[in-house]
């Protein structure tokens, strides 16, 4: 996760403390160090979900599935985190709010110190609902909205998403309850990103999520709707300077970009030249400690069913499941190849990654859009969007900064 | 190893695609070790899938059926007396639509 508007606005946020141990320097409350090295665990509570859209990951289902975690079970499950010292678990599905232990479960969670986050497509947020989820200790609800009302809705394949999902973010707001939106960038929607961030800051909403597609679940067979990379490059970009002209207008919107992380080679460019060369070299600080693509490292998913995958995206791999073996074992066990060499990727990536200047904060970007267009996991992620010039550093940009500071987190460790 | 429970692991995994357990050796002299699972629709995908993964270090790859195997741990998944009042919020009943599945036919 890349924080645009810390990048570029200085902005400063909760959860930045996870994303580029920015605790120290910070004026708002931290997560303690020792969390920092535990993964953010998303959760699938449950596969069901009562919208079917085109792009999700988790190739959700209308009927429930077998093999659900019970009430007794997720509560096991999320002692395990807790064991672990998992620092946020992140609710999502499927839809979970279809799951109806879901408030005793978030509080659950909440009493064991995880910090419960919820991702959801909002058309189930009712106020009813929204007060329940903030006094059993939710800390922020992710509404999924991709696209204006048309193109969400056909999206989403059902008719009054949109409006009921913008009804969900209001229902958030108004009981008080930390919302924000999430957008998946496709071919399909990239036009209407500047007009729903407008429409959503109308709204109240001032955090805003946008992911790039990653090529797992039902996603996978719509790779044709993936933005070409000099689209991507163009959407990218239109966030960045959407964020500088809002910040300087005075509404301070958070803007973060989740799954390509050759965003943070670009956001590098972008500083240096917007801002200069100090600036570009700050963001690469940050950067570095961010610690590029967190797949297998500072991301972990835990299905519906309980098996641990590398990212949420992953479906079609797990690691193991923690219904034969506690989550901190499966995570921790590098006598799995995969798990190690995804956690020492950087001396193995091939193709343009292998010498790219940004290779320390970007890691190759996703593993997984590489696997799946090229049938090699160490090949390159198809949607890299820099320039040869860019990845070969023919310009000055501050690389010694990064350098240091990744081998110096390394030899920390 | 103590006396332990059946895990509930290999039952509960019938999804759209099963699952097919991986072994992998990496060395001439080492051993056929566990490297997780694959979701696909038949052994010979789970196979090549399996392959794409681990080709750049398996000198032998295996996949089995995971709903085939007999699982036991000395630390399953612990799973407390389920009360009644859990089981009737138990989420995984397929004949009852739960409280909310009915929210979800409101626009
Ligand atoms: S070439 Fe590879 S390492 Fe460099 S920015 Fe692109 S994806 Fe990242």
């Not at chain 1, 309850?177 to 496709?186: A, D, E, H, N, V």
């Not at chain 2, 992998?24 to 010979?44: I, K, Q, T, Y």
């Amino acid at each position: 996760m890349i924080s645009i508007s810390r990048l570029l606005c200085d902005l400063d946020a909760a959860g930045d403390g996870l994303r580029y141990d920015a605790g120290a320097d910070s004026s708002v409350p931290q997560i303690a160090a020792e969390k920092q090295r535990r993964p953010v665990v998303v959760w699938n509570a449950t596969r069901r979900c009562n919208l079917a859209c085109t792009h999700c990951y988790a190739a959700a289902q209308t009927e429930p599935a077998p093999g659900e975690f019970t009430t007794a079970e997720a509560r096991a499950f999320l002692e395990q985190l807790a064991a672990y010292d998992v620092p946020i678990v992140l609710f999502s599905g499927g839809e979970p709010l279809v799951r109806g232990d879901v408030v005793d479960l978030v509080a659950y969670a909440a009493d064991l110190g995880l910090r419960p986050v919820l991702s959801t497509n909002g058309t189930l947020l009712t106020r009813e609902r929204a007060v329940a989820l903030r006094e059993a200790g939710l800390e922020y609800a992710g509404v999924s909205v991709d696209g204006l009302a048309e193109r969400n809705d056909a999206f989403r394949g059902r008719d009054g998403a949109f409006d009921a999902a913008v009804r969900g973010i209001e229902t958030c707001l108004e009981v008080g309850l930390k919302t924000g939106l999430r957008y998946t960038i496709t071919r399909a929607n990239a036009p209407d990103l500047e007009d729903v961030v407008d429409l959503l800051v109308d709204v109240g909403v001032d955090r805003f999520c946008f992911y790039h597609l990653d090529y797992g679940g039902r996603g996978r067979d719509i790779v044709d709707l993936d933005l070409t990379p000099d689209e991507k490059r163009a959407a990218v970009e239109r966030l960045c300077d959407l964020t500088l002209e809002y910040h300087d207008r005075g509404a301070e919107i958070e803007t973060l970009l989740v799954g390509n992380y050759a965003d943070a080679g670009f956001l590098v460019e972008y500083a240096r030249e917007r801002f200069g060369p100090e600036r570009a070299a700050r963001v690469s600080e940050y950067l570095a400690r961010n610690g590029g693509d967190p797949t297998g490292e500072r991301i972990a998913d835990v299905d519906y069913e309980g098996n641990v995958h590398p990212t949420q995206f992953w479906q079609e791999y797990s690691l193991g499941n923690v219904r034969d073996r506690p989550f901190g074992e499966i995570w921790d066990d590098e006598s799995n190849p995969l798990l190690a060499a995804l956690r020492t990727r950087e001396e193995r990536l091939t193709g343009r990654c292998r010498d790219c200047r940004y290779r320390p904060i970007c890691r190759g970007g996703s593993r997984l859009r590489a696997l799946t267009a090229t049938g090699d996991l160490f090949g390159p992620d198809p949607q890299c969007y820099l320039r040869a010039d860019e990845r070969r550093g023919e310009r000055p940009v501050a690389d010694t900064h990064v350098d240091t500071a990744r081998s110096e987190r390394v030899r920390n460790q | 190893m103590h006396e332990r429970p059946p895990s509930s692991g290999a039952r509960a995994r019938a999804t759209t695609h099963p699952q097919w357990e991986v072994f992998v050796r990496e060395r001439r002299d080492g051993p056929l070790a566990h490297a997780g699972s694959v979701s696909a629709a038949n052994g010979e995908e789970a196979l090549a899938y399996a392959t794409e993964l681990f080709e750049w270090c398996a000198l032998d790859l295996w996949v089995c059926p995971a709903a085939a195997l007999e699982r036991a741990s000395a630390r399953p998944l612990s799973i407390r007396a389920v009360t009644s009042d859990e089981r009737d919020d138990t989420p995984t009943s397929t004949a009852r639509p739960s409280r909310d599945s009915s929210e979800v036919s409101e626009p």
